[in-house]
Protein backbone atom coordinates (compact mmCIF):
# COMPACT_ATOMS: atom_id res chain seq x y z
CA UNK A 1 0.00 0.00 0.00
CA UNK A 2 1.35 3.58 -0.84
CA UNK A 3 1.74 6.71 1.13
CA UNK A 4 -1.96 7.33 -0.13
CA UNK A 5 -3.65 3.76 0.98
CA UNK A 6 -3.88 2.91 -2.74
CA UNK A 7 -2.96 -0.59 -3.62
CA UNK A 8 -0.71 -0.38 -7.10
CA UNK A 9 -2.29 -1.64 -10.02
CA UNK A 10 -0.05 -4.60 -10.41
CA UNK A 11 -0.54 -6.26 -7.51
CA UNK A 12 -3.69 -8.35 -8.70
CA UNK A 13 -2.99 -11.15 -5.41
CA UNK A 14 -4.22 -8.71 -3.08
CA UNK A 15 -6.89 -7.13 -5.40
CA UNK A 16 -8.77 -10.57 -5.61
CA UNK A 17 -9.72 -10.56 -2.18
CA UNK A 18 -11.21 -6.34 -2.21
CA UNK A 19 -14.63 -5.73 -2.17
CA UNK A 20 -15.73 -2.71 -4.25
CA UNK A 21 -16.52 -1.02 -1.03
CA UNK A 22 -13.19 -1.70 0.56
CA UNK A 23 -11.54 -0.43 -2.68
CA UNK A 24 -13.75 3.33 -2.52
CA UNK A 25 -13.26 3.66 1.46
CA UNK A 26 -9.70 5.62 1.60
CA UNK A 27 -10.71 7.91 -1.24
CA UNK A 28 -13.85 8.42 0.68
CA UNK A 29 -12.12 9.46 3.98
CA UNK A 30 -9.85 11.40 1.72
CA UNK A 31 -12.28 13.73 0.34
CA UNK A 32 -13.94 13.65 3.41
CA UNK A 33 -11.04 14.89 5.15
CA UNK A 34 -10.88 17.83 2.82
CA UNK A 35 -14.57 18.86 2.59
CA UNK A 36 -14.66 19.44 6.38
CA UNK A 37 -11.79 20.87 7.51
CA UNK A 38 -11.97 24.03 9.47
CA UNK A 39 -12.10 26.92 6.87
CA UNK A 40 -10.27 29.85 7.43
CA UNK A 41 -11.49 32.21 9.92
CA UNK A 42 -12.60 35.55 7.88
CA UNK A 43 -10.74 38.72 9.68
CA UNK A 44 -13.34 40.89 11.84
CA UNK A 45 -14.91 43.82 10.99
CA UNK A 46 -13.90 46.79 13.10
CA UNK A 47 -16.78 47.78 15.99
CA UNK A 48 -18.32 50.73 14.73
CA UNK A 49 -20.34 52.85 17.66
CA UNK A 50 -24.01 52.87 17.73
CA UNK A 51 -25.33 56.07 18.72
CA UNK A 52 -29.17 56.62 20.44
CA UNK A 53 -31.60 57.84 18.31
CA UNK A 54 -31.85 61.11 19.86
CA UNK A 55 -28.39 61.63 19.57
CA UNK A 56 -28.32 60.51 15.28
CA UNK A 57 -31.45 62.69 15.22
CA UNK A 58 -29.63 65.86 16.40
CA UNK A 59 -26.73 65.25 14.53
CA UNK A 60 -27.96 63.87 11.16
CA UNK A 61 -31.48 64.88 10.68
CA UNK A 62 -32.78 68.01 9.03
CA UNK A 63 -35.93 67.81 11.15
CA UNK A 64 -33.34 69.00 13.83
CA UNK A 65 -31.74 71.95 11.47
CA UNK A 66 -35.30 73.27 10.42
CA UNK A 67 -36.60 73.44 14.03
CA UNK A 68 -33.87 75.49 15.23
CA UNK A 69 -33.78 77.76 12.31
CA UNK A 70 -37.55 78.21 12.55
CA UNK A 71 -37.30 79.15 16.34
CA UNK A 72 -34.13 81.47 15.91
CA UNK A 73 -35.48 83.36 12.96
CA UNK A 74 -39.30 83.50 14.67
CA UNK A 75 -37.41 85.02 17.69
CA UNK A 76 -35.31 87.55 15.46
CA UNK A 77 -39.00 88.71 14.12
CA UNK A 78 -40.53 89.29 17.91
CA UNK A 79 -36.83 90.90 19.72
CA UNK A 80 -36.37 93.18 16.51
CA UNK A 81 -39.98 94.55 16.50
CA UNK A 82 -39.85 94.48 20.51
CA UNK A 83 -36.18 96.40 20.37
CA UNK A 84 -37.94 99.24 18.25
CA UNK A 85 -40.37 100.24 21.31
CA UNK A 86 -37.27 100.68 23.62
CA UNK A 87 -36.10 103.58 24.52
CA UNK A 88 -33.42 102.49 27.09
CA UNK A 89 -31.03 99.04 28.03
CA UNK A 90 -32.54 96.01 27.52
CA UNK A 91 -31.30 92.26 26.84
CA UNK A 92 -31.66 89.04 26.25
CA UNK A 93 -31.36 85.76 28.44
CA UNK A 94 -29.77 82.90 26.67
CA UNK A 95 -28.41 79.46 27.88
CA UNK A 96 -25.50 78.09 26.73
CA UNK A 97 -25.60 74.76 25.88
CA UNK A 98 -28.01 73.17 23.37
CA UNK A 99 -29.06 76.39 22.76
CA UNK A 100 -25.99 78.91 21.45
CA UNK A 101 -23.57 75.69 21.95
CA UNK A 102 -23.62 72.60 20.37
CA UNK A 103 -22.39 69.39 22.45
CA UNK A 104 -22.89 66.54 20.36
CA UNK A 105 -19.33 65.43 20.67
CA UNK A 106 -19.19 65.44 24.07
CA UNK A 107 -22.54 62.68 23.51
CA UNK A 108 -20.94 60.76 20.94
CA UNK A 109 -17.97 60.21 22.95
CA UNK A 110 -19.69 58.81 25.55
CA UNK A 111 -21.83 56.79 24.06
CA UNK A 112 -18.56 55.19 21.78
CA UNK A 113 -17.02 55.21 25.31
CA UNK A 114 -19.96 53.30 26.85
CA UNK A 115 -19.40 56.10 29.86
CA UNK A 116 -22.54 57.52 31.82
CA UNK A 117 -22.46 61.69 32.01
CA UNK A 118 -19.77 63.04 34.99
CA UNK A 119 -19.02 66.41 36.10
CA UNK A 120 -15.56 65.24 35.91
CA UNK A 121 -15.85 64.37 31.86
CA UNK A 122 -18.01 67.09 31.27
CA UNK A 123 -15.78 69.50 32.35
CA UNK A 124 -12.54 68.02 30.80
CA UNK A 125 -14.74 68.59 27.23
CA UNK A 126 -15.46 72.53 28.16
CA UNK A 127 -11.88 72.90 28.79
CA UNK A 128 -11.20 71.49 25.73
CA UNK A 129 -13.50 74.40 23.82
CA UNK A 130 -14.62 71.93 21.07
CA UNK A 131 -18.05 72.77 21.14
CA UNK A 132 -19.89 73.40 18.35
CA UNK A 133 -22.77 75.77 17.22
CA UNK A 134 -26.79 75.18 17.02
CA UNK A 135 -27.99 76.20 13.56
CA UNK A 136 -29.13 79.38 13.81
CA UNK A 137 -27.87 80.70 16.25
CA UNK A 138 -24.86 82.53 15.32
CA UNK A 139 -26.92 84.63 12.46
CA UNK A 140 -29.40 85.36 15.46
CA UNK A 141 -26.85 86.87 17.74
CA UNK A 142 -25.11 88.81 14.85
CA UNK A 143 -28.33 90.49 13.66
CA UNK A 144 -29.25 91.23 17.46
CA UNK A 145 -26.15 92.83 18.57
CA UNK A 146 -26.50 95.35 15.70
CA UNK A 147 -29.68 96.98 17.35
CA UNK A 148 -29.38 100.19 19.45
CA UNK A 149 -28.89 99.66 23.21
CA UNK A 150 -29.35 95.59 23.36
CA UNK A 151 -27.07 93.00 25.39
CA UNK A 152 -26.40 89.34 25.73
CA UNK A 153 -26.78 87.78 29.16
CA UNK A 154 -25.81 84.28 29.32
CA UNK A 155 -27.41 82.41 31.95
CA UNK A 156 -25.77 78.62 31.85
CA UNK A 157 -25.53 76.03 34.58
CA UNK A 158 -22.29 75.39 33.74
CA UNK A 159 -20.04 76.46 36.20
CA UNK A 160 -18.62 79.68 36.89
CA UNK A 161 -15.00 78.63 37.46
CA UNK A 162 -15.54 77.88 33.63
CA UNK A 163 -16.24 80.92 32.49
CA UNK A 164 -13.17 81.63 30.79
CA UNK A 165 -13.40 78.39 29.04
CA UNK A 166 -16.75 79.15 27.69
CA UNK A 167 -15.99 82.86 26.22
CA UNK A 168 -13.03 81.22 24.79
CA UNK A 169 -15.18 78.74 23.04
CA UNK A 170 -17.98 81.15 21.99
CA UNK A 171 -15.11 83.44 20.46
CA UNK A 172 -13.60 80.85 18.77
CA UNK A 173 -17.17 80.94 16.96
CA UNK A 174 -16.93 84.33 15.85
CA UNK A 175 -19.24 85.79 18.75
CA UNK A 176 -17.43 86.87 21.66
CA UNK A 177 -17.99 90.33 22.54
CA UNK A 178 -16.72 91.56 26.13
CA UNK A 179 -19.79 93.43 27.21
CA UNK A 180 -21.96 89.66 26.83
CA UNK A 181 -22.41 88.99 30.78
CA UNK A 182 -22.29 85.71 32.05
CA UNK A 183 -23.50 84.25 34.76
CA UNK A 184 -22.79 80.93 35.39
CA UNK A 185 -23.64 78.71 38.51
CA UNK A 186 -21.04 79.90 41.40
CA UNK A 187 -22.53 76.20 43.50
CA UNK A 188 -25.19 73.76 43.10
CA UNK A 189 -27.87 76.08 45.05
CA UNK A 190 -27.32 78.67 42.78
CA UNK A 191 -30.51 77.94 40.79
CA UNK A 192 -31.26 79.83 37.34
CA UNK A 193 -34.76 81.00 38.86
CA UNK A 194 -32.07 83.19 41.54
CA UNK A 195 -29.61 84.75 38.61
CA UNK A 196 -32.56 85.21 36.22
CA UNK A 197 -34.32 87.75 39.72
CA UNK A 198 -30.86 89.57 39.71
CA UNK A 199 -30.88 90.34 36.21
CA UNK A 200 -34.54 91.81 36.30
CA UNK A 201 -34.03 93.74 39.73
CA UNK A 202 -29.99 94.56 38.95
CA UNK A 203 -28.94 93.52 42.13
CA UNK A 204 -26.28 90.74 43.26
CA UNK A 205 -23.86 90.04 40.64
CA UNK A 206 -25.81 92.32 38.28
CA UNK A 207 -25.87 95.57 40.35
CA UNK A 208 -22.89 96.75 38.48
CA UNK A 209 -25.32 96.96 35.46
CA UNK A 210 -28.60 97.83 36.94
CA UNK A 211 -32.19 96.17 36.23
CA UNK A 212 -32.78 94.81 32.57
CA UNK A 213 -35.95 94.38 30.58
CA UNK A 214 -35.60 91.37 29.30
CA UNK A 215 -37.78 90.95 25.66
CA UNK A 216 -36.74 87.05 25.09
CA UNK A 217 -35.79 84.39 26.93
CA UNK A 218 -34.00 81.32 24.97
CA UNK A 219 -32.94 77.38 26.61
CA UNK A 220 -33.90 74.11 25.81
CA UNK A 221 -35.54 73.11 28.93
CA UNK A 222 -38.18 74.73 30.63
CA UNK A 223 -36.14 75.58 34.08
CA UNK A 224 -34.13 77.90 31.01
CA UNK A 225 -37.75 79.79 31.50
CA UNK A 226 -39.04 82.68 33.68
CA UNK A 227 -42.51 80.58 34.80
CA UNK A 228 -44.35 83.77 34.92
CA UNK A 229 -48.02 83.18 32.24
CA UNK A 230 -47.65 87.00 31.38
CA UNK A 231 -44.67 85.72 29.12
CA UNK A 232 -45.70 83.53 25.99
CA UNK A 233 -44.11 80.94 23.75
CA UNK A 234 -42.77 82.19 20.44
CA UNK A 235 -42.77 85.69 21.72
CA UNK A 236 -41.23 86.39 24.84
CA UNK A 237 -39.36 82.61 25.29
CA UNK A 238 -37.83 80.36 22.85
CA UNK A 239 -37.83 76.68 23.18
CA UNK A 240 -34.85 74.79 21.09
CA UNK A 241 -34.83 70.97 20.97
CA UNK A 242 -33.21 68.45 22.82
CA UNK A 243 -34.20 65.32 22.99
CA UNK A 244 -30.83 64.13 24.27
CA UNK A 245 -30.91 64.78 28.32
CA UNK A 246 -32.69 67.03 30.50
CA UNK A 247 -35.26 67.15 33.79
CA UNK A 248 -37.79 65.51 31.55
CA UNK A 249 -35.59 62.36 31.70
CA UNK A 250 -34.98 62.55 35.30
CA UNK A 251 -39.00 62.52 36.65
Same mark, same amino acid.
Given at each position: ?161 ? %? #? !???? +??? $? @??? &? ?43 ? %? #? !???? +??? $? @??? &? ?17
Amino acid at each position: MNCCGLVPAWDFGRLKGMTARSLYLPTFFLVAGILIAPAPLAAKAPKVARFSSALNWITKSREYKAVCLQTYANAWEKVAAAAKKQKGPWAIVMDLDETVLDNSGYQRRLEASGQGHTQEAWEVWVAERKAGLVPGAKEFIVNVRKLPHGRIIFISNRYARN %T #A !HSRA +NVK $K @LGL &GVESDIYLLRQDRADHKSIRRKEVLAGSGRMKKNGAMKVLAWFGD %T #A !HDHP +NDP $K @LKW &GTHKFMLPNPVYGNWDEE
